[in-house]
């Protein structure tokens, strides 16, 4: 797979995309008259931040995004570390992260992802903080489904929770080597989807059947969720599938801490890298990035920004 980012044509691009993007825009038709085209919607998606997360990444790229002043913000899920019950420790992660997003006011956006999600308190506490674990919204006629792929939570085995705490540990001493000892030791491995599960109610389904029906010609779908439901062979996820099976639409995930891109029903489906989250394999989808989608006339352009390649006006 080649690089689907270089560094060099976003120094490039910035002013393009950021600067000169029209909020809408007269033409004239052959006779003469003026016809308004679609304002154009310009949207950041981040990708995991957690399993471990290295130190500084997500708050640059927040502060990069903030800059460029997109319309949305929308997050993959795994915003903090989680896994736990600790109440008092899970205020904690969240107010750090919220520290951070709250630049974005209403204009953020996101979906749980296992990290979050993974037990009564965390989805109690994720209602409370962030509200419904699915929902949808429409901006400038565009419909975003936010899915949840933990509904209902899937628990951690107790050695896999022991384990997460032992590398949240390595990380804060040493994230550098740490880094460097995970990539070595998955250096080889196939490319495939992680292990686990995808869990989505059938309250879920019935729910965006409907969402679905109430809109039935937005000039785009796109489908935000964490796991790559797709690749967990979900009867669920092919049930929404059919439902979206007659308008344009885009499916975006994450989970897989590697970018990737497939071509499925005749549509995108894009598996973002990490926005400050642990690398767990090498290769060209080891990335820190986010993803920014513009919406006009016609199919929307997509984008991977390296967050490494932006740098303000004093240079990088």
């Known amino acids: 797979m080649r690089n689907p980012i270089g560094r060099f044509a976003v120094s490039l691009m910035l002013a393009g995309l950021v600067a000169c993007t029209p909020v809408s825009e007269n033409v004239q038709s052959a006779s003469g008259e003026n016809i308004e085209q679609p304002p154009v919607l310009r949207i950041a998606i981040i990708g995991d931040r957690t399993g471990g997360h290295r130190p500084d990444v997500f708050e640059d790229a927040l502060h990069k995004i903030h800059n460029m002043q997109p319309d949305l913000v929308l997050s993959v899920g795994d915003l903090v570390e989680g896994y736990i019950k600790d109440e008092k420790e ?13 630049k ?101 389904v019935s729910y965006f059947r409907k969402v679905l029906a109430d809109n039935a010609s937005p000039r785009w779908t796109f489908i935000l969720m964490h796991k790559p439901a797709w690749a967990y062979e ?57 993803l920014w989608v513009a919406v006009g006339e016609g199919e929307p352009t997509f984008s991977n920004i390296e967050i490494d390649g932006i740098f303000d006006r004093k240079g990088g």
Not at 135 to 143: A, E, H, I, M
Not at 254 to 280: C, K, S
């Open 90 to 102: 899970l205020a904690r992660q969240w107010n750090e992260v919220e520290a951070e997003l709250q």
């Open 104 to 204: 974005f006011g209403s204009r953020f956006h996101a979906v749980p992802g296992n990290h979050d999600y993974s037990n009564a308190v965390m989805a109690r506490i994720w209602r409370e903080r962030r509200g419904p674990a699915y929902w949808s919204l429409v901006k400038d006629d565009v419909l975003i489904l936010g899915l949840s792929t933990e509904d209902p939570p899937i628990p951690l085995p107790q050695s896999a929770m022991e384990g997460h705490v032992r590398l949240q540990q390595a990380m804060a001493r040493d994230p550098v080597g740490t880094q460097k000892r995970i990539l070595e030791a998955t250096r080889g491995t196939e490319k495939g989807a992680k292990p686990g599960e995808v869990s989505i109610s059938s309250e879920q």
């Open 234 to 290: 979900s009867a669920e996820f092919q049930e929404l599938e059919a439902l979206l099976a007659d308008r344009p639409y885009t499916v975006i995930a994450g989970h897989e801490h590697y970018y990737d891109y497939a071509a499925r029903n005749g549509r995108d489906y894009l598996t973002l890298g990490t926005t400050g989250g642990v690398w767990l394999k090498d290769g060209p989808g080891k990335v820190d990035h986010f």
